[in-house]
């Protein structure tokens, strides 16, 4: 029972979760719970979507997810997972045909740490959005994000692989991207004029099937992000 309209506390709570197939409660402007869509479409996996609205959940969402956040993952037999890379680690894990971690531990470990790395730099793109918008200067700040990509950039160098993990796209990389397709959204898609590999990335990932089918434009992304900085999101813009 796939919907695009999100769910808003009132609503009556979708029936059991099919036999063949997995819930995903998600948002459809959500970067954390793209990841999850990305390895979703990724490895072939059959699923139905709820979208949640974030600031008026459903009360029975609570009860499956107590944070309230997207995404989550709900099986048939009533499992509930959540959080972005825990849902894509046990997705992958679940799901073993077209695997996205490596297989031996350190190939895994180096992925995660790289996560972790890259967690870092999500806050600095929301603050140079924050500081745009009140006027202030950002070149301190773009500064910053552009020796990050530096980075990044010199890792796709040294390695001599297309993607971060390998010629293929792995875990990371859609781990990733979700907020490199946004770089337009916060105003920033021009610090990676300097990083030619980071760029030849986001390039190769436009292409990729699944990226495809998660994608909005940046259009798009724009408008609800400027409704979310308002107060009032529109979580069914576009529909």
């Given amino acids: 029972m796939s919907t695009e309209k999100c769910f808003v506390d009132g609503s009556a709570a979708p029936g059991p979760v099919q036999p063949d197939r997995l819930r995903l409660y998600s948002m459809r402007f959500c970067p954390f719970a793209q990841r999850t869509r990305l390895v979703l479409h990724a490895k072939g996996i059959k699923f139905e979507t709820i979208n949640i609205h974030l600031q008026k959940k459903p009360v029975w969402y609570l009860e499956k997810n107590p944070e309230g956040l997207v995404p989550t993952i709900e099986t048939p037999a009533g499992e509930v997972v959540y959080e972005s890379s825990i849902t894509c680690e046990y997705l992958d894990e679940v799901y073993p045909e077209k695997k996205l971690l490596p297989a031996i531990p350190f190939g895994k470990a180096k992925q995660r740490m790289m996560l972790d790395h890259f967690s870092k730099i999500i806050p600095h793109l929301f603050k140079i959005s924050s500081a745009k918008r009140k006027g202030d200067d950002v070149s301190g700040f773009e500064a910053e994000l552009k020796e990050k990509f ?63 089918a998660t994608m909005h434009s940046t259009e798009n992304h724009k408008v609800f992000f400027n409704s979310f900085l308002e107060g009032e999101p529109d979580y069914d813009y576009g529909l």
């Fill in 150 to 212: 530096t980075k990044l950039n010199e890792h796709l160098v040294k390695q001599k692989t297309k993607f971060f993990g390998s010629d293929t796209i792995t875990f990371i990389d859609y781990m990733m991207w979700p907020f490199f397709e946004r770089l337009g959204m916060f105003g920033v898609q021009h610090c990676l004029d300097h990083t030619p590999e980071l760029k030849k990335w986001t390039e190769r990932m436009l292409e990729d099937p699944a990226v495809k």
